[in-house]
């Protein structure tokens, strides 16, 4: 199993806060990824180790995203919000921000910025991804 592949089924299975995530990937030399969600869920991981595309996560529904084709960054900045709260799974935030819009995003782990696109990439939302510390008890 790929080393990313094994940070998100850890990810997942512990539930980790996206920040703790976010530290993760970045400290195995991913330096940004792609996902984009017009045609299921495409997920593109670039750094040291050359390009790495995730599989299709095994409980995603088959029937898709419906992407709004209009882009409304407070209904984004609201699903975000509500998964933070781990009020929805991936999935449904990734339903949530495609119902607001949202076509695609790039994580830039070096700005450590995660940025919303519409479909044409004409329209964008940003969110700082907020420092992770662990803290050794």
Do not use: C
């Not at 920040?19 to 330096?31: D, M, N, S, W, Y």
């Not at 933070?84 to 830039?108: C, H, N, P, W």
Request: net charge negative; hydrophobic share 40%.
């Amino acid at each position: 199993m790929h080393e990313i592949a094994q940070i998100l089924t850890q990810a997942k299975a512990q539930n980790w806060p996206y920040p703790k995530t976010f530290q993760a990937l970045k400290h195995i030399g991913v330096e940004s990824y792609v996902v984009s969600l017009l045609e299921g869920i495409d997920a593109i991981y670039q750094g040291s180790f050359g390009v790495w595309i995730e599989a299709v996560p095994s409980d995603y529904i088959s029937q898709g995203f419906d992407v709004d084709g209009s882009f409304y960054p407070s209904e984004v900045q609201a699903a975000i919000l509500k998964h933070t709260q781990k009020k929805t799974s991936y999935l449904e935030f990734l339903r949530d921000i495609a119902a607001s819009g949202v076509a695609s995003y790039i994580v830039d782990m070096q700005a450590a910025t995660v940025t919303y696109f519409n479909i044409d990439k004409t329209q964008s939302y940003q969110e700082i991804v907020p420092i992770w510390e662990a803290i050794d008890r």
